[in-house]
């Protein structure tokens, strides 16, 4: 896999950074073990996360991530490496537009070339009173000529009005279609965090990815715990541990684990590889969000 992509994502990130009124993320360090009774697969990961507001309505977001996952007995990795680029305007009553670009790259080492999804799209979006709501579209290729075309749509709205908790939830639909014929892949998810005490985070999510009405799919579960170290470390910081499920077909216990660097606020953060980032903080398109929230 290359990592230009990432550095080339920060570098273009400075400029714009270095002229903004808020900056909040973070960067989450992980590593996930999905158990099963013949064998193991194991996942490390970074992911990082850039929001930018110019407080003149606009805004601009940089999300990044690369994974490795391992599985007993077989001699090959498959990695992933996920960049994504969004800039919104912000208009009276709380309406909100923008664009996005969304590139998901994966392969593994017996494949000849890596498999990279595109998606580029629109964003529309409302905020106010501690609610915001975004619907999004777009149009989905791959690096490998399709006789079918991909479309992705979704709706997403979190609820911050009580102090301490967010709640949300994301509906997110694939349509692959060719002449008069289509089907869909949808996921869907709820989650939830909880400022139990100033260093003590819970959070939780459950998320579903239906694989074109076929009754096959992922099914995720995780609730987990987030604890500041800021005063300990000298530094803002978060360790989590996140106990889950994920079933394919089969069902594998998983356990998260992940030491994040925030950005903004102090205090305990939500880590960016649990299933309820996953859900809150969607990607755009329902086969990487489902994919996400399950490994």
Same mark, same amino acid.
């Given at each position: ?33 999905? &158990? $099963?009774?013949? *064998? ?21 977001? *940089?999300?990044?991530?690369? !994974?490795?996952? !391992?599985?007993?007995?077989?001699? #090959?990795?498959?990695?992933? =490496?996920?960049? !994504?680029?969004?800039? &919104? ?8 537009a923008g664009?996005? %670009?969304?590139?998901?790259?994966? /392969?593994?080492?017996?494949? +000849? ?13 409302? =905020?106010?009173?501690?609610? =915001?709501? =975004?619907? #999004?579209?777009?149009?989905t290729s791959?690096?490998?000529?399709? +006789? ?22 994301? *509906? ?5 279609? $060719? /002449? ?10 709820? %989650? ?10 819970? #959070? ?16 995720? #579960? ?12 000298? *530094?803002?910081? &978060?360790?989590?541990?996140?106990l889950g ?47 996400? %929230?399950?490994?």
């Amino acid at each position: 896999m290359k990592k230009t992509a990432l550095l080339a994502l920060l570098i273009s990130a400075a400029p714009i950074a270095a002229q903004a009124d808020s900056i909040t993320g973070g960067l989450t360090l992980s590593y996930t073990q999905h &158990s $099963q009774d013949s *064998f193991d697969i194991n996942t490390t990961g970074l992911d990082g996360r850039l929001a930018i507001d110019m407080d003149n309505g606009l805004r601009f977001g *940089f999300d990044i991530g690369h !994974s490795t996952m !391992s599985q007993d007995g077989v001699p #090959f990795d498959v990695n992933a =490496e996920f960049y !994504s680029l969004e800039a &919104s305007y912000g208009f009276g009553g709380g309406m909100r537009a923008g664009v996005f %670009a969304d590139r998901l790259t994966f /392969g593994a080492g017996i494949a +000849p070339i890596d498999i990279t999804l595109s998606t580029n799209g629109l964003t529309f979006g409302y =905020e106010g009173s501690g609610f =915001e709501a =975004e619907a #999004f579209f777009g149009k989905t290729s791959l690096n490998v000529p399709l +006789p079918f075309d991909i479309k992705n749509y979704g709706i997403t709205g979190h609820y911050t009005g009580m102090e301490g908790l967010d709640v949300g939830a994301a *509906f997110l639909r694939a349509t692959q279609s $060719q /002449g008069s014929n289509s089907v869909d892949m949808d996921f869907k998810g709820v %989650a939830a965090t909880y400022l139990a005490t100033p260093a003590i985070m819970v #959070f939780g999510g459950v998320g579903t990815l239906d694989m074109a009405n076929s009754g096959s799919g992922i099914d995720s #579960f995780g609730l987990g715990v987030s604890y500041d170290l800021g005063a300990k470390m000298g *530094f803002a910081s &978060s360790v989590s541990i996140e106990l889950g499920r994920t079933s394919q077909g089969s069902s594998a216990n998983v356990v998260r684990l992940g030491l994040t660097i925030p950005l903004g606020k102090p205090g305990p953060v939500l880590p960016m590889n649990s299933v309820a980032d996953a859900i809150l903080h969607p990607r755009h398109g329902a086969f990487n969000a489902g994919i996400t %929230a399950g490994f």
